[in-house]
Each structure stands twice: as C-alpha cells, then as structure tokens.
C-alpha cells in the first residue's frame, strides 16, 4: 500500500525556521514536492524535487527561504524553511508522482501536517 506521511510540522515565531519529513512507502517517485493550503485559500505548489535532487523548482514566494531535498536510500524527502513568515501559516502536503520537467503529474499525496507562523 502506498502511503506518505508528513511529520515535522508545529508552531514557530516568525523568522524562525522549520524542517519537514515525508516518509515514502510501497513504491519510489520519480517526482516528489510539496504543497500547501493556507486558511481561505486554494492548495498550491511549493516546491518539487527530481530522481537524483538535480532538478528543484520552488514557487517564488519561498525562493531562497525554502530548501527541498531527498533520501532515496530512505525513500524520504525534506524541505527545510527559514525565515518563516506569518503567511506560510497552512497545511502542508507531501506529494509523490512522475513526469518530465515540462509536466509533474502528483498522484499520490499525504495526509498533510500544520504549520502555524506566530507574528
């Protein structure tokens, strides 16, 4: 069975940082990412991360504050976060999937874990 689980969430002053943890299991991605939702808002893309950690893209709002990374020996990925702002207060959701860097198809997804920012 194919499961991703988030861990690493919790609350942090702002311009504090966080790190998150998403276990893999029952198959390896060739793509995985992660998402978010804030309160109000439509889920969107973070950040993505390809096979061998070559290829990352991050959306614009975390650029240079959001850092992805992953294990493959341990089927995990990570993101770790600086400089949090109140504005990344939200779900977030670890995705796994496949593609090309043209088109990143997410199949498979966690059962998210919170964040909260403090001001």
């Known amino acids: 069975q194919v499961q991703l689980v988030e861990s690493g969430g919790g609350l942090v002053q702002a311009g504090g940082s966080l790190r998150l943890s998403c276990a893999a299991s029952?198959?390896?991605?060739?793509?995985m990412g992660w998402f978010r939702q804030a309160p109000g808002k439509e889920r969107e893309f973070v950040a993505g991360i390809s096979w061998t950690g070559a290829r990352t893209s991050y959306a614009e709002s975390v650029k240079g504050r959001f850092t992805i990374s992953r294990d493959n020996a341990k089927n995990t990925i990570g993101m770790q976060m600086n400089s949090l702002k109140f504005e990344g207060t939200a779900v977030y959701y670890c995705a796994g999937g496949s593609g090309a860097d043209t088109r990143v198809q997410y199949d498979y997804w966690g059962q998210g874990t919170q964040v909260t920012v403090s001001s």
């Open positions: 029952g198959r390896t991605f060739s793509r």
